[in-house]
């Protein structure tokens, strides 16, 4: 068997895990307080060794996705000098592309029996049961990184340490345009022993 066929298989979680992708486009619709908090509410019952909660979030909406679209601005003129006004406010404008962006952060912790890695991989999984709360609810979400998300003054832009990483900025939103969904083909990627 090369992919599983689960789209309607009548079991709604599964229907959402494959029928989730990118979302490449948002409308302008506000995303209520409610649907947000339900969506932070699923993605804190991620696995995590240790219980350890090594996440936290960063909600932008309104006026506040400024602080970071202009730490971007900041995070590219530093980098890049000779950038011309275009530039910088494409780079700017990255924090309005939804009307709600997520800036999810992990806080790993020293502990003798879970190492940081695992600590990302549990930040990961807060992420994926976000976009799934998200997809479920009727929204779409997209995860970037890039360049901004290794950046320091981004960071101290949005009042974390150096130690703190950010895993993704997420953005939500109802989406009117999105990525297709990727096929589920497992086969050659797993081995049966």
């Not at 709360?133 to 970037?144: E, I, P, Q, V």
């Amino acid at each position: 068997m090369e992919q599983l066929e689960t789209t309607g298989s009548n079991n709604p979680v599964i229907d959402a895990i494959v029928s989730r992708s990118s979302t490449k486009k948002f409308s302008d619709e506000i995303v209520t307080r409610s649907d947000l908090e339900t969506m932070l509410a699923a993605a804190v019952r991620a696995p995590d060794h240790g219980m350890l909660a090594p996440w936290r979030f960063i909600v932008l909406q309104g006026q506040s996705r400024a602080v970071l679209g202009s730490a971007m601005r900041s995070a590219l003129q530093l980098r890049m000098p000779d950038a011309d006004a275009e530039a910088l406010e494409r780079e700017s404008s990255k924090a309005w592309r939804s009307p709600v962006l997520i800036v999810i952060v992990a806080e790993p912790k020293v502990h003798p029996k879970v190492p940081e890695v695992e600590q990302l991989v549990a930040v990961g999984a807060a992420i994926q049961n976000l976009w799934l709360a998200a997809h479920s609810m009727g929204y779409g979400a997209a995860w970037k990184t890039g360049s901004h998300a290794y950046d320091a003054s981004v960071k101290t832009a949005l009042g974390l340490r150096a130690s703190d990483q950010i895993i993704g900025f997420v953005h939500i939103g109802r989406p009117t345009s999105k990525a297709p969904v990727r096929p589920g083909e497992f086969a050659t990627k797993t081995t049966w022993l």
